[in-house]
């Protein structure tokens, strides 16, 4: 009998093992295919944004061709609206786009000067118009940032990973249906602010899971050491090694993405909230008072906050230097003194809230991002609204069991309502972190729903918690093809 167990666990093992190998093959595959569709089967455009907020500014700088490239409203200080109006921005940060288009530029840049790439002249036509262009092929200026954001979006792929191993989600799965996904193929290879939205949404929530997680290990531990001492097999002085900071851990690292997402695309803001409310607020009902809460959160607060005032302020500052084309310092410190100073993401809040500049650009019915959904995430997207609706009456029995459940808290006739939303609080929390990647999806979706304009790549950061989550986990085998 022993020895047929342990030739069923060989076995299951060699499966495990050859699984693990033919997933990675896939993976890897599945990898190549997204470089291979990039570089030789995506020879047009999703939408010109994918040149105008960003790429084509990045290249004029760059390559010293500004006369060459279109420079859109959005990256000039003044611009004329349809009804005639002068208006101030620009909306759109220019430090993130240098990171993500404008490193790989300077390095093509670099290769072309040494002879390195040679390359037909991006200007052979006019030449004389601009004597300092340097000589690249308008097709590699297309294909090398797609290839560079190709790249970055394994970053998503990591993410993903870690994500589902804290989560005790089936990795390969998840990871499988992620790199076969449409999205990841065409999107994310693409130069949207969006697709780095996305990027930046799941470093963001990964280190929000990975701190909570890290939280709950922490108390689980503490509740197994308090019953060691109630049995006196363990001493107090044990709790000395308590790590006191961990309600704060990887605060400077969330604030610091935190940071970057709203001056990528001040949307960012929408889609961080649940994780970040969700992290602030963890474990803040054992708190005896509500001093003692606000205190925690307020601590938590303090924490992302030591990183983003600083990246808020250089992000700033950078943006000023640019769009006033200041040279020196002591211009800058003007600017600083007259509180002169380019504010993007204010900038792009005041554009978006006018009604009459979203129509400019095409509105939407509400129901718009539902379909947007569906031809984004194919048969997850009714899967994910099931599970929405199955959560909200789940909480709906549970708020409703916790009034008529509470006679020993009464005062009078009336109910402690104070202790029922702790209770229900706590509950919350201490369900699966499923719950959080449900809102986190949720939330956004409604949100942008009552934007009147509207387009399918503002909803690119939902396959984050969509592919990621417990929610999908038990039916990415059936539902959804690779």
């Given at each position: 009998m022993?020895?047929q167990?342990?030739?069923?666990q060989?076995?299951?093992?060699t499966?495990?093992?050859?699984t693990?190998?033919?997933?990675?093959?896939?993976?890897v595959?599945?990898v190549?295919?997204?470089?291979?569709?990039?570089?030789?089967?995506?020879?047009?455009?999703?939408?010109?944004?994918?040149?105008?907020?960003?790429?084509?500014?990045?290249?004029?700088?760059?390559?010293d061709?500004?006369?060459r490239?279109?420079?859109?409203w959005?990256f000039?200080?003044?611009?004329?609206?349809t009804?005639?109006?002068?208006?101030?921005?620009?909306?759109?940060?220019?430090?993130?786009?240098y990171?993500?288009?404008?490193?790989?530029?300077?390095l093509?840049?670099?290769?072309?000067?040494?002879?390195?790439?040679?390359?037909t002249?991006?200007v052979?036509?006019?030449k004389?118009?601009?004597?300092?262009c340097?000589?690249v092929?308008?097709?590699?200026?297309?294909?090398?940032?797609?290839?560079?954001m190709?790249f970055?979006?394994?970053?998503?792929?990591?993410?993903?990973?870690?994500?589902?191993?804290?989560?005790?989600?089936?990795?390969s799965?998840?990871?499988?249906?992620?790199?076969?996904?449409?999205?990841t193929?065409?999107?994310?290879?693409?130069?949207?602010?969006?697709?780095?939205e996305?990027?930046?949404?799941?470093?963001?929530?990964y280190?929000?899971?990975?701190s909570?997680?890290?939280?709950?290990?922490?108390?689980?531990?503490?509740?197994?050491?308090?019953?060691?001492?109630?049995?006196?097999?363990?001493?107090?002085?044990r709790f000395?090694?308590v790590?006191?900071?961990?309600?704060t851990?990887?605060?400077?690292q969330?604030?610091?993405v935190?940071?970057?997402?709203?001056?990528?695309?001040?949307?960012?803001?929408?889609?961080?909230f649940?994780?970040?409310?969700?992290?602030?607020?963890?474990d803040?009902?054992k708190c005896?008072?509500w001093?003692?809460s606000?205190?925690?959160?307020?601590?938590?607060?303090?924490?992302?906050?030591k990183?983003?005032?600083?990246?808020?302020?250089?992000?700033i500052?950078?943006?000023?230097?640019?769009?006033?084309?200041?040279?020196?310092?002591?211009?800058?410190l003007?600017?600083?003194?007259?509180?002169?100073?380019?504010?993007?993401?204010?900038n792009f809040?005041?554009?978006?809230?006018?009604?009459?500049?979203?129509?400019?650009?095409?509105?939407?019915?509400?129901?718009?991002?539902?379909?947007?959904?569906?031809?984004?995430?194919?048969?997850?997207?009714p899967?994910?609204?099931?599970e929405?609706?199955?959560?909200?009456?789940?909480?709906?029995?549970?708020?409703?069991?916790?009034?008529?459940?509470?006679?020993?808290y009464e005062n009078?006739?009336?109910?402690?309502l104070?202790?029922?939303?702790?209770?229900?609080y706590?509950r919350?929390?201490?369900?699966k972190?499923?719950?959080?990647?449900?809102?986190?999806?949720?939330?956004?979706?409604?949100?942008?729903?009552?934007?009147?304009?509207?387009?399918q790549?503002?909803?690119?950061?939902?396959?984050?918690?969509v592919?990621?989550?417990?929610?999908?986990?038990d039916?990415l085998?059936?539902?959804l093809?690779?």
């Amino acid at each position: 009998m022993k020895e047929q167990t342990k030739n069923n666990q060989k076995v299951a093992s060699t499966t495990t093992t050859m699984t693990s190998s033919s997933i990675t093959k896939y993976w890897v595959f599945l990898v190549f295919i997204r470089l291979a569709v990039n570089l030789f089967g995506q020879r047009g455009y999703i939408h010109p944004d994918e040149f105008f907020q960003g790429p084509e500014i990045i290249a004029g700088d760059v390559f010293d061709c500004r006369d060459r490239i279109l420079r859109t409203w959005e990256f000039k200080m003044d611009y004329f609206a349809t009804n005639g109006t002068v208006k101030q921005g620009p909306i759109r940060n220019i430090a993130i786009p240098y990171i993500f288009y404008g490193l790989p530029m300077l390095l093509l840049k670099f290769l072309t000067s040494i002879g390195s790439i040679d390359f037909t002249s991006l200007v052979s036509k006019n030449k004389d118009q601009c004597t300092s262009c340097i000589s690249v092929d308008s097709t590699t200026l297309i294909y090398y940032p797609r290839l560079f954001m190709a790249f970055s979006s394994l970053i998503v792929d990591l993410c993903l990973v870690k994500l589902a191993n804290l989560c005790n989600v089936n990795a390969s799965r998840v990871i499988l249906v992620f790199a076969s996904s449409y999205i990841t193929i065409v999107f994310l290879t693409r130069t949207f602010s969006n697709t780095i939205e996305t990027l930046l949404f799941a470093v963001f929530l990964y280190f929000v899971v990975k701190s909570i997680k890290a939280q709950v290990a922490q108390n689980e531990w503490i509740e197994s050491l308090k019953a060691e001492i109630r049995t006196n097999k363990a001493n107090e002085y044990r709790f000395d090694f308590v790590d006191q900071s961990i309600s704060t851990y990887l605060g400077e690292q969330i604030g610091i993405v935190f940071c970057l997402g709203v001056f990528n695309r001040p949307t960012f803001l929408i889609y961080s909230f649940v994780p970040l409310s969700y992290w602030v607020l963890y474990d803040f009902e054992k708190c005896n008072t509500w001093w003692g809460s606000a205190k925690m959160c307020l601590k938590r607060v303090v924490s992302i906050s030591k990183l983003i005032v600083p990246t808020a302020l250089i992000l700033i500052l950078i943006d000023t230097a640019y769009f006033y084309e200041i040279r020196s310092l002591d211009e800058l410190l003007v600017h600083i003194a007259d509180r002169n100073l380019v504010l993007t993401p204010y900038n792009f809040f005041k554009y978006n809230s006018d009604a009459a500049n979203l129509a400019q650009h095409g509105t939407h019915p509400a129901y718009q991002h539902l379909i947007n959904i569906i031809l984004l995430f194919g048969s997850a997207a009714p899967m994910l609204i099931v599970e929405s609706i199955k959560s909200i009456s789940y909480w709906a029995r549970v708020a409703f069991s916790s009034t008529t459940n509470y006679d020993e808290y009464e005062n009078g006739d009336q109910v402690n309502l104070e202790t029922i939303a702790s209770d229900l609080y706590t509950r919350f929390m201490n369900e699966k972190i499923r719950f959080l990647f449900i809102l986190a999806a949720l939330v956004p979706l409604v949100s942008f729903s009552f934007i009147s304009h509207k387009e399918q790549r503002f909803l690119l950061p939902l396959i984050i918690p969509v592919f990621g989550c417990e929610l999908v986990s038990d039916y990415l085998a059936t539902a959804l093809v690779l």
